[in-house]
């Protein structure tokens, strides 16, 4: 079986549980000298058995029997060598996510019904998050000297052109750039308005730069309401499971303990 088909089996065994029997369940017993756990029979038919453990399937599965017989001879023999172990945490975390993901969507569906999104809390949205939704278009001035850049930042700030700023140091390789629009850089930025200037940026090739906004490009509220609504959407649900998981917490006495980081 591929991996995926080990986690998926394995989970199914998980969820459907044991104390159930196939239309087989009179063969003849084999001993089962692997490491493998024979799995709980379930319900299905039963076209083969491996060293005790079922294939189950039909008529398609039928037909290509030699291979998930030899699939799971090959599977049991790496269980058998430990070629599992790596993956068993995977398994876990797949089943874990399972089960909460199901698990959420019944308390979605036997919760309160929600306020539904109007367009002027999408509205309200925009513009109280407008910098998530605004475009910088950047010049940028870099150059090899830390110290430099600071008397260049301040050159910028009082309002010379970063080309020319480039210009008077002909001995050096001062470099000015049009980044664009990049609404990432927003966070180098203490005031988002055009004319605005940065502190003196460290880049990961050394260099030193200075960044100043030339230009704001808005998006359309209309062009960013549908995903506006969904993150509004997304909001109610988790206040919902908030909300479910602190009342079970506290119907349950539940200790929980935020631990602080180890600050060595």
Do not use: W
């Not at 079986?1 to 998980?14: A, D, G, Q, S």
Request: charged share 30%; with cysteine; proline share 3%.
């Amino acid at each position: 079986m591929t991996l995926r088909k080990i986690y998926l089996l394995l989970i199914f065994v998980i969820l459907i549980g044991c104390n159930q029997s196939d239309s087989n369940s009179n063969a003849p017993s084999v001993d089962n000298t692997s490491a493998v756990e024979t799995e709980p029979e379930r319900i299905g038919t039963v076209l083969a058995r491996v060293n005790g453990q079922p294939i189950y399937g039909d008529d398609q599965t039928r037909a290509a029997l030699e291979f998930f017989i030899t699939e799971e001879i090959i599977y049991q023999e790496a269980i058998n060598k430990g070629f599992d172990k790596s993956d068993r945490d995977k398994v876990r975390n797949f089943e874990r996510d399972l089960i909460i993901a199901r698990t959420k969507q019944s308390i979605l569906e036997n919760a309160e019904p929600t306020k539904e999104v109007s367009s002027e809390d999408i509205k309200n949205y925009y513009e109280s998050n407008k910098d998530k939704y605004t475009y910088l278009r950047i010049h940028e001035i870099s150059s090899p000297d830390s110290k430099l850049s600071n008397e260049i930042k301040d050159k910028v700030k009082s309002g010379e052109e970063l080309q020319t700023i480039a210009n008077s140091y002909p001995d050096m390789p001062i470099t000015m750039n049009d980044i664009a629009y990049d609404r990432a850089m927003a966070q180098h930025f203490t005031a988002i308005e055009v004319g605005s200037v940065s502190e003196v940026i460290k880049k990961p090739d050394g260099k030193y730069s200075v960044l100043k906004i030339v230009e704001l490009k808005e998006i359309p509220l209309n062009s960013v309401s549908r995903s506006i609504r969904y993150i509004l959407e997304a909001k109610q649900k988790a206040q919902i499971m908030n909300s479910y998981a602190q009342k079970v917490a506290e119907e349950n006495n539940m200790k929980i303990e935020i631990l602080e980081q180890d600050s060595k």
